[in-house]
């Protein structure tokens, strides 16, 4: 899993689509389009390193009485976990304002009198601001 990680082709080609065709890998892979054998052996390396991680499978076109020929790549599950893992953190519910942060600490302070709480926020620029919550105010 970890060359999946450091293997950037994989992130540039799922970026977008989860089911790309191979002319589409090869382009979003910088490679050159006059070179057919050559990019057939990349992908295939490629596929096979993706498959053994469980990442994507392959889309094979349908001709009757044959196997058929590779035609492109789709994530799986696990592949879509991982692109989406990759990308800007997304937050399932937002931060909750000051206020209700502090009613919660209080509130817990409530609930463990044998705690110590203190709650204390730092800014960058060294600024600080702190609030202790008290007994008094709960």
């Known amino acids: 899993m970890n060359t999946v990680r450091r293997d950037k082709i ?68 696990r592949g879509k976990t991982l692109v989406r893992r990759s990308g800007e953190p997304k937050r399932d519910t937002p931060i909750p304002p000051p206020a209700d942060i502090l009613e919660m600490v209080r509130q817990l302070r409530r609930e463990h009198p044998e705690w110590e709480i203190t709650f204390e926020i730092r800014l960058k620029e060294r600024v600080h601001l702190s609030s202790e919550v008290h007994n008094e105010l709960c």
């Open 10 to 77: 994989f992130y540039t080609i799922f970026k977008e689509h989860d089911e790309v065709s191979l002319d589409e890998a090869f382009t979003l892979g910088n490679r050159e389009p006059q070179r057919k054998e050559k990019n057939r052996q990349w992908i295939g390396w490629k596929l096979a390193q993706w498959r053994k991680n469980g990442l994507v499978e392959a889309v094979y076109s349908s001709t009757a009485g044959s196997y058929g020929v590779l035609t492109g790549i789709r994530l799986t599950e």
